[in-house]
């Protein structure tokens, strides 16, 4: 999830390959439908390396096992 702190400069989004982080009204937010916590591409999330606010967290209404982010990342590209 994407916290207060944001400054909306967007370098996050060019890091995410499920395309889940999009513009809100005031900061960006996380789709956690379309997050996988970078699952099957990287062993850390890409977005929280790029953030220069510090401002993406793990967010304690969606904590997902390893085995249910790898199902949503093979069913969000189909392999
Ligand atoms: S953790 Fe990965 S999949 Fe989730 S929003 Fe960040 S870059 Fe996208
Ligand atoms: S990289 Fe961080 S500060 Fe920039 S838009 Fe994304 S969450 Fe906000």
Redesign the pocket.
Known sequence: MIIDECTSCGL?VD????S??LEGDQIYV?NPD?????AGF?IE????KVCPADA?KPDPAHCESIEDLLKKQKHIYGE
């Open positions: 996050c890091e995410c390959l499920s889940a982080i996380i379309m997050c996988t916590e970078c990287y999330p890409q977005c929280v993406i």
